[in-house]
């Protein structure tokens, strides 16, 4: 089975950083893609950056400019650079795996995020 161990997640103030890490471990042949979602109280569960095992690489407009998604192939580990935060982006943060093909899903347990003063 599959496992995704994040960390990196804490408490921050506006304009602060924080770095996320998600390593996969695990029989894993194939894995298609890495990424990241978040889950605000009262909002629904939304993308925020992913990449490829290509390189292909996506950000939501929110955090264009302000988060960096990163990989280390040797290690199945996906990273996400968070700069200049803001209390918009307080939020459960998901690691996300796709493998197989596509066909199979995989998430991380969550890691809270908290920006405030």
């Known amino acids: 089975q599959v496992q995704l161990v994040e960390s990196g997640g804490g408490l921050v103030q506006p304009g602060g950083s924080l770095r996320l890490s998600c390593a996969a471990s695990?029989?894993?042949?194939?894995?298609?893609?890495m990424g990241w979602y978040r889950q605000a109280p009262g909002k629904q569960r939304e993308p925020v950056a992913s990449?490829?095992?290509?390189?292909?690489?996506s950000y939501a407009d929110s955090v264009k400019g302000r988060f960096t998604i990163s990989r280390d192939n040797a290690k199945n580990t996906v990273y996400l650079q968070m700069n200049s935060l803001n209390p918009e982006d307080t939020a459960v943060y998901y690691c996300?795996?796709?493998?197989?093909?596509?066909?199979?899903?995989?998430w991380g347990q969550g890691t809270q995020v908290t920006v405030s003063s």
């Open positions: 996300n795996v796709k493998a197989r093909n596509w066909l199979t899903t995989y």
């Open positions: 990449i490829t095992s290509g390189g292909s690489i």
């Open positions: 695990g029989s894993i042949f194939s894995i298609n893609a």
